[in-house]
Nanobody, 126 residues
Framework: QVQLTESGGGSVETGGSLTLSCTAS????????MGWFRQAPGKEREGISC????????YYADSMKGRFTVSRDNAKNTLYLQMSSLKPEDTAIYYC???????????????????WGQGTQVTVSS
């Protein structure tokens, strides 16, 4: 059974930082590209970033470039998202997801991801 478990969410003030983790089990982690998504109340799920199976290539949504950094440790079956300069509009539930080995040009399409975590809440206060 595949499980993706996010952790590291919480409440921070504007300008603060958080690092999210996503630990995978039940799959060959280094066979999968991994993505981060978020969903704010009343909004659609939004793609944040994708990292290829070996970690050599990363993709970001334009609005997150420079503030968010995705990385992975395949030896630990863990995906990370470092977030800095957080804003109230970053408040959302953050999800990790797994897809085939490549991110591709449509990496932010949620329907292309096979496995999903349950999400972790991030709240940024002004």
């Amino acid at each position: 059974q595949v499980q993706l478990t996010e952790s590291g969410g919480g409440s921070v003030e504007t300008g603060g930082s958080l690092t999210l983790s996503c630990t995978a089990s039940g799959l060959q982690f280094d066979d999968y590209a991994m993505g981060w998504f978020r969903q704010a109340p009343g909004k659609e799920r939004e793609g944040i970033s994708c990292i290829t199976d070996g970690g050599g290539t990363t993709y970001y949504a334009d609005s997150m470039k420079g503030r968010f950094t995705v990385s992975r440790d395949n030896a630990k079956n863990t995906l990370y998202l470092q977030m800095s300069s957080l804003k109230p509009e970053d408040t959302a539930i953050y999800y990790c997801a797994a897809r085939g080995p490549y991110c591709s040009g449509h990496w932010s399409d949620a329907e292309d991801y096979k496995y999903w975590g349950q999400g972790t809440q991030v709240t940024v206060s002004s």
